[in-house]
């Protein structure tokens, strides 16, 4: 039987920089999450009797949410759920699924990098027919509704059995509960030199991967032990865990630092990786080399030809604003296009689908390309081992090569986390207040050459989103980059990102706080950052 239930708009269910992030409390409040998702349902027009794909990324949580997305789909007259069997599906593979299968759309339930557990972070997000995330149209239409909202509609009946793969009937509506791994470890075979790779490793070569307690351990361990033949345990936390065990899944060196230590350590592994909660980011480390997400763009891009997906070339490369210009001179080289768009995935949708850009990047730890529509955590790690088997080189010396080729962008980013929101508000208002007079100032030895405040113009569907972040930039290209993040669930964090462009190579041996130390302290003159947020230092450096 399918109820109406009537509800009550909840004020602040506005999607952020990549959906409804929000502490499990208050997702747990009563109606919360089905105002979300009903709120999704009426901003959608045509999905009747279409498919609808349902995942996450296992975190507390997770299954009460996909029990009720399920039976409020068969309310709103979806024919069909795929569903990832355990309620399992990283944020990458949902995006296959949605691709592959030609659904409507997909509902992934993932607070990403946060923390899970019951006073932690949980998060909905809603994917379009083309595997991405919505686009603002969307999210901007279902934040709408969600303040309007009267009602839902919900089918009474016993929850699903998600355990098993295999076929059930809601309400006439089909659920078939998927594998969650298969149809991605196909598509990543089909894209790299397995074989190579497999060489690579029984040649010797120790690889690890860090899951983190998080979704990519089944796709990790399945692609790395058994398909390229890596020993049992190179895959280490692989059990995916309602609170990560403990861990906070944000693969950097903060949260990573474990496995970063072991690569480090003269008997460690040759390469370490580590995913996120939802298997969408990746940290590449290779003895002696913490690789810079923007970096790992950088040089995917420029041997991108090694991958047999990829044999071809790529048509252009897409990164967010606040990622360093490093892909710019691959671009450059290349005489490819090269597309600067604000942060968050969404943004690259329409370059990929015009088959505008081939691979993009962020600095947010995030790569991928157009084989699906979300930043790939294990396809980057794969390229990266690619790229090794091919070169028969290590990490340290690939990205060497590359710095003395193209030039190193020094590149860091500071966050200042749960900052006060107010505080945090001013300090970006005064900034924006004074973008005119900026230019021509001096200090120290650095000349503020231009400040402006990002907007981009997509030229694919010609959408403008203003305000996506204040740029400095000094004489002699170097930048500091300041954004408020978009994915935060408490207080206001603040992100700064600075860059140095260095070409000579004999200066590419510089520790990078030290090679932006100048910068660093600019950044902190131009916009008061300690005065404002009583902060002395980031919380977090990466
Ligand atoms: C999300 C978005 C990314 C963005 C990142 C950080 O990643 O998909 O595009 O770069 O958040 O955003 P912010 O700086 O606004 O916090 P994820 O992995 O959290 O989904």
């Known amino acids: 039987m399918i109820v109406t239930v009537e509800t009550t708009p909840f004020g602040d269910q506005k999607p952020g920089t990549s959906g409804l992030r929000k502490k499990v409390p208050v997702f747990a409040q009563k109606n919360y999450a089905e105002n979300f998702i009903q709120s999704i349902f009426d901003s959608l027009e045509g999905f009747s009797g279409k498919s609808l794909v349902i995942g996450g990324d296992g975190r ?28 399992i599906l990283s944020t990458p593979a949902a995006s296959n699924v949605i691709r592959k299968y030609e659904a409507f759309g997909g509902i992934v339930l993932s607070a990403s990098h946060n923390p899970g557990g019951p006073n932690e972070d949980f998060g909905i997000k809603y994917n379009i027919g083309n595997g991405g995330p919505a686009p603002e149209k969307i999210t901007n239409a279902i934040f709408a509704r969600s303040k309007t ?37 196909e598509l990543m075979e089909s894209l790299f030199d397995f074989a190579a790779i497999r060489a690579l490793i029984s040649g010797g070569t120790r690889v690890v991967i860090d899951s983190m307690g998080a979704v990519t351990g089944p796709y990790a361990t399945e692609i790395l032990e058994r398909r390229l033949g890596a020993p049992s345990g190179s895959v280490r936390n692989a059990v995916p865990l309602p609170d990560f065990g403990g861990h906070h899944p944000d693969p950097n060196l ?47 891009a420029a041997n991108a030809t090694v991958a047999p997906g990829y044999a071809r070339g790529i048509a252009g490369i897409a990164r967010s604003m606040p990622t360093s210009a490093a892909a710019d001179k691959v671009a450059e080289k290349l005489g490819i296009g090269m597309y600067e768009t604000p942060t968050g995935w969404k943004f690259f949708g329409n370059l990929l689908d015009a088959g505008m850009a081939t691979v993009c990047g962020e600095e947010s730890f995030g790569t991928g390309s157009d ?42 980013r500071h966050d200042y986390e749960e900052v006060d929101t107010d505080a945090a508000n001013g300090l970006m208002a005064a900034l924006r ?58 207080g206001a964090t603040l992100r700064v990102y600075v860059e140095r462009y260095e070409p000579d190579p004999a200066n590419h041996g510089i520790d990078t706080q030290e090679a932006l130390a100048d910068l660093i302290a600019a950044a902190d003159t131009i916009a008061e950052i300690g005065k404002r947020t009583g902060r002395s230092a980031p919380t977090v450096i990466t």
């Open 371 to 412: 084989h699906v529509r979300e930043k790939d955590g294990l396809w980057a790690v794969l390229f990266w081992l690619n790229i090794m088997a091919a070169r028969k080189e290590s990490v340290a010396d690939i990205v060497r090569k590359h710095w003395a080729e193209y030039g190193r962008n020094y590149y860091s």
């Open 433 to 490: 207040g004074k973008l005119a007079t900026l230019p021509g100032t001096k200090i120290g030895a650095l000349t503020v050459e231009a400040a402006d405040d990002f907007a981009y113009h997509d030229p694919v569907d010609h959408s403008v989103s203003e305000n996506q972040g204040i740029r400095v930039l000094f004489e002699g290209g170097s930048r500091v980059v300041f954004r408020l993040s978009g994915t935060g669930t408490s």
């Open 254 to 300: 903060v949260h990573a630092k474990e496995l970063y230590d072991d690569v480090m350590s003269p008997d460690g592994p040759h390469f370490g990786a580590a995913s996120d909660g939802d298997g969408d980011r990746n940290m590449i480390v290779g003895k002696g080399m913490f690789v810079t997400p923007s970096d790992s763009l950088a040089i995917i």
């Open 60 to 87: 507390y949580y997770n299954r009460e949410v996909i029990q009720k997305a399920i039976k409020m789909a068969a309310a709103a007259g979806f024919g069909k759920v795929m569903v990832g069997k355990g309620g």
């Open 149 to 185: 909202i009267t009602e839902y509609k919900i089918a009474d009946c016993p929850d699903i059995e998600l355990d098993a793969v295999g076929t059930q009937t809601v309400e006439g509506m089909t659920v078939e509960v998927i594998d969650p791994v298969a149809d991605y470890a």
